[in-house]
């Protein structure tokens, strides 16, 4: 089946206000760029996004959420975007604040039908006894708050219990992909991309290269085309760097 779209707006056009949406990538590396472009340009809003972190202030998620198109963020770090950090304080957006590898594992879990699952990260601390604030009030108190979670014990170690992430919509990018959906991942922009597309009821993925079918060696298969619904191929020229840092001339020479 070739899963190759004429664009990346005829990708994400069917994507409804409220929807949720699981996208890839760590930081600004391996980012659907082209598929939020063409999201941004589209009247989308009340988002509800899982992705690593939000982007920067104008590049990536951060163009969604500077355009006021997200409602509400599950991530685990959000750092680099002060426009974020705006609208979480001043109650504009809902954040749930998510230890990276629970993050990671509940994004793998919901793409294998695994409803929940327990973990030691965050005993003993707010994520296990509730009360982070999700939401606050214009007035700076905390509308809400994080719920606390189940705990079991194994072994004479104490437990989480996770609840798992499925989502409407995934976005991923990949280095290549063939026609019917299988995918490669660049080094670290495979973080993220491969869990994302799992947990997605609808796939789409935007490529810096499209290659025929069985063009591809199936032991270099990332991500198997059965999770992957739509390709569209990838602005090559979109690629930001989030923090560069270099050496001052003088202590080169």
Not at 39 to 44: F, G, N, Q, S
Not at 73 to 88: L, P
Not at 108 to 124: K, L, M, N, Q, Y
């Amino acid at each position: 089946m070739d899963k190759v779209v004429d664009s990346a707006a005829d990708a994400v056009a069917d994507i409804p206000d409220g929807a949720t949406l699981a996208v890839g990538g760590f930081g600004l590396c391996g980012i659907p760029s082209t598929l939020i472009a063409a999201l941004v340009r589209t009247e989308t809003a009340g988002l509800r996004v899982v992705s690593n972190n939000c982007g920067v202030d104008d590049w990536g998620l951060g163009l969604l959420l500077r355009a006021g198109r997200i409602a509400r963020m599950t991530s685990s770090y959000v750092g680099e975007n002060k426009e974020f950090a705006r609208q979480y304080l001043s109650g504009e957006l809902e954040v749930e604040l998510t230890p990276q590898g629970t993050l990671a594992e509940r994004l793998r879990a919901g793409g294998s039908g695994i409803p929940a699952f327990f973990t030691p990260a965050g005993v003993g601390t707010q994520v296990e006894e509730g009360g982070l604030p999700w939401r606050y009030a214009a007035d700076g108190s905390v509308a809400v708050a994080s719920p606390p979670k189940e705990v079991r014990e194994f072994g004479g170690r104490r437990y989480l219990l996770e609840e798992s992430i499925t989502a409407d919509f995934a976005l991923v990018r990949a280095e290549v992909a063939d026609r019917h959906g299988n995918c490669v991942f660049h080094s670290a922009a495979r973080n993220f991309n491969p869990l994302c597309a799992m947990a997605g009821r609808t796939t789409l993925v935007e490529a810096e290269r499209i290659v025929e079918a069985g063009e591809l060696d199936p032991d270099a298969v990332h991500l198997p085309g059965v999770y992957v619904d739509r390709i569209a191929a990838a602005d090559p020229v979109d690629k930001r760097i989030e923090r560069r840092t270099v050496r001052p001339a003088a202590q080169e020479a």
